[in-house]
């Protein structure tokens, strides 16, 4: 089957829920039209009959971002399992060898460089799974693992807050443009992801400990954004060792500003997780162990 009925007996295409799907991971309807071979229109008007069978309101359209509001996460959800179900089926009918997907969720600043080549290595040994791999924030990808969603999932989270199967302290500090500082303006300039985003009330807690008077000048959920926004002298931030660029200037530990060592990097899987996903496991945790060294 390529539907699945409502009780009220409309359908929802697979083709609709893909085009949500992609909108909603692109963060993009021009974005998603590209990777769907489409218009933006088209993709405009699939998304429109989608909100219309759901009778809710499924996207919210932004200024530079799309989001999915309550209902559109919900929806969401079950769009991924049907769809990796259906795409699960297309292959064994195919002949394909996988018997196996994984389902993996990863921070941005882990989503390129020893990260992915360890997942490509590891799928080049083991060709029978697949891996899907899922980079945001860590409050989205908690959420999806914790809907069912991911199989693995790397977050980063404030101190002993959950349980994982292992955990790295993750090295912050502040930085701030290494052309244009500006670090003695007054209010400060502070660069940070969106409420609820990691690192976002740690910073504000520290600056007012201080007395340091402050406002927010750039918010995305966007590490790249972040990284960019800070080197061209939008404000200060607080990023990770491993996010700081040649553009950046590390702000000395002598500065006024306090240090925030609040988080660390934790792995998580389920007991009765399958043995690739396991194995697959053990390979991200010597990984992390050097991207989180020092």
Request: charged share 25%.
């Amino acid at each position: 089957m390529s539907d699945i009925e409502k009780p009220n007996g409309r359908l929802f295409d697979l083709d609709l829920l893909r085009a949500i799907v992609t909108v909603a991971d692109c963060g993009s309807f021009t974005t998603a039209a590209s990777r769907l071979h489409s218009t933006q229109s088209t993709i405009s008007q699939k998304i429109r009959r989608l909100e219309d069978m759901a009778g809710h309101r499924l996207l919210e359209r932004g200024n530079r971002d799309v989001l999915p509001t309550d209902a559109g996460e919900t929806l969401l959800g079950y769009a991924r399992r049907l769809l990796a179900l259906h795409d699960e089926m297309a292959e064994a009918l195919s002949g394909a060898t996988v018997v196996l997907t994984v389902r993996i969720g990863v921070p941005d600043d882990f989503a390129a460089g020893r990260t992915t080549e360890q997942l490509a290595a590891f799928n080049r040994r083991y060709p029978q799974v697949k891996l899907e791999v899922t980079s945001g924030l860590s409050r989205d990808l908690s959420a999806s693992y914790d809907r069912g969603e991911l199989d693995l999932v790397l977050l980063k989270q404030r101190q002993n807050s959950r349980e994982a199967l292992v955990c790295w302290p993750e090295r912050t500090c502040w930085v701030d443009s290494a052309r244009n500082p500006c670090i003695n303006l007054d209010p400060l300039p502070i660069v940070t992801f969106p409420p609820r985003g990691v690192y976002r009330d740690e910073m504000i807690s520290a600056l007012e400990s201080v007395g340091r008077r402050w406002h927010i000048s750039f918010t995305s959920s966007s590490l790249t954004s972040l990284q960019s926004a800070i080197a061209d002298g939008m404000g200060i931030g607080l990023l990770p060792l491993r996010a700081v660029t040649a553009e950046h200037r590390v702000l000395p530990k002598n500065t006024v500003l306090p240090s925030v060592d609040a988080f660390e990097v934790a792995l998580l899987h389920r007991p009765v997780a399958d043995p690739m996903v396991k194995a697959l496991a053990r390979v991200l945790s010597q990984v992390l162990a050097q991207e989180t060294a020092g």
